[in-house]
């Protein structure tokens, strides 16, 4: 008998997480965006943990639109700057920043800095069937001297994970997804499809 792929809504705006979710969750979940699901809600990430902005996600489009959904939220932990940016990842540098203008605050930060190391951690928060789950990721790595590689997303260019040479943004999308915090998080995702009944 042929296994029935059932739908789950990804609540996430960013193209490259819905594509990275789609290759790693391929043949367990069919991944709907919010487009898809005709949401065009600005979902607010007012918590002040990963967890919290995860699961906020979730249940905003659980509860408003009845669709079991997961959520991701990540940061990147500097040990230098005391684990910033952590939760204010994505706008480390203002409310309308770009992710250069994270980059580029971070690298100003870091200026003149020996210790370098840092970890991205990925929580994702999963609505399925009535009950909530939360999975995590994480990645340990330290922060380029500079800008390397154009491929990726956020932070890519200046993380460098542990046991490599090359940034993320130096990685093909395989090589990345295999490693990466939300890499990490998502196969958790996938084993926990793979293994429900």
């Known amino acids: ?35 898809d699901i005709n949401c065009d809600d600005d979902i607010p990430e007012t918590a002040d943990t990963l967890e919290g902005n995860a699961l906020i996600k979730a249940r905003w489009v659980k509860e ?31 409310d309308h920043c770009s992710p250069a203008d994270n980059i580029a605050l971070l690298l100003q930060k870091m200026e003149g800095e020996h210790d370098r190391s840092a970890r991205f951690c990925t929580v994702v928060a999963l609505i399925w069937k009535g009950r909530e789950y939360l999975m995590e990721g994480e990645v340990k790595g330290r922060i380029a001297e ?29 090589a990345k997804n295999s490693i990466s915090h939300r ?14 009944e």
Request: aromatic share 12%; charged share 20%.
């Open 1 to 35: 008998m042929e296994k029935i792929i059932p739908d789950i809504v990804f609540a996430t705006n960013n193209a490259h997480k819905l594509e990275e979710a789609r290759a790693i969750l391929k043949g367990s979940v069919n991944v709907l965006s919010l487009a």
């Open 64 to 94: 408003k639109y009845g669709y079991d959904c997961f959520a991701d939220d990540t940061g990147l932990m500097v040990d230098a700057l005391n684990s910033a940016p952590g939760v204010y990842s994505a706008r480390f540098a203002g």
């Open 146 to 174: 500079g800008n390397c590689g154009d491929s990726g997303f956020g932070y890519d260019p200046v993380f460098i994970p542990e046991n490599s040479s090359l940034s993320f943004a130096e990685m093909s999308p395989e």
């Open 183 to 196: 890499g990490r998080a998502m196969a958790k995702l996938a084993r926990f499809f793979d293994s429900a």
